[in-house]
């Protein structure tokens, strides 16, 4: 059974700071890597994604792949209040597979 | 102009009872799929489709049977429903040329 894993939270972090998301997989030969963001009662939405190790940059959000660790995450620079929300770390094969998501709330 | 469209957004129906659920979206993509989120926000594929035909099947009771009449529509028919069906139901697309899903609103159900 394939699986990813994010602590669910919440994370707490004030306006302003860096917050800093974790997701890891277990099939070692996973490709395709994304991060969704999905507020209260909506749907989710893509943010980034991600397919060679290192890091990849849009605006305020930096991904970053290590293959070797089987680890993911998403950093949010300078966190707005409007960035509270759940933030879903998912890996393709033939199909997307779901973290649990992290929920993540910036305080003013 | 919605790019993924579901109906309804709301269904309160009780045990026993079938249901369907529709999706349709404009974007001309050829992929189609189901998923369910539970109520820890868990969110599970349960059906995929590409141009028409079935291409992911996940273990799902036979009671939920997805339709495609053409690629723009995938349609969910739920049988019998049960208490532990209530959940958020999304429908997503995706282009043949991109990794990116498009989600549509949900269908929150509730089965009483």
């Known amino acids: 059974q394939k699986e990813v894993e994010q602590n669910s939270g919440p994370l707490s972090v004030p306006e302003g700071a860096i917050a800093s998301l974790n997701c890891t997989y277990s099939?070692?030969?996973?490709?395709?890597f994304f991060w969704y963001r999905q507020y209260s009662g909506k749907s989710p939405e893509l943010i980034m994604f991600?397919?060679?190790?290192g890091d990849k940059e849009d605006g305020r959000f930096t991904a970053q792949l290590n293959k070797a660790s089987q680890y993911v995450s998403l950093l949010i620079r300078d966190s707005q209040p409007s960035d509270s929300a759940t933030y879903l770390c998912a890996v393709r094969d033939d199909k997307l597979i779901f973290g649990t998501g992290t929920r993540l709330q910036v305080f003013p | 102009d919605t790019a993924v469209s579901q109906t309804p957004k709301y269904l309160v129906t009780q045990m026993g009872n079938d249901k369907s659920i529709k999706c349709e979206q404009n974007?001309?993509?050829?992929?189609m799929y189901w998923y369910k989120q539970d109520s820890k926000k868990f969110l599970k594929i349960m059906f995929s489709y590409n141009n028409k035909e079935l291409i992911i099947n996940e273990t799902v009771p036979n009671r939920f049977s997805p339709k495609s009449p053409d690629k723009a529509h995938l349609n969910l028919h739920i049988n019998s429903l049960e208490l532990g069906d209530s959940a958020v139901y999304f429908c997503?697309?995706?282009?043949?040329?991109?990794?990116?899903?498009?989600f549509g609103p949900g269908t929150r159900l509730t089965v009483t």
């Open positions: 099939d070692r030969g996973s490709q395709s």
């Open positions: 997503a697309s995706r282009g043949d040329l991109s990794d990116e899903q498009y």
């Open positions: 974007l001309g993509h050829d992929t």
């Open positions: 991600i397919y060679s190790n």
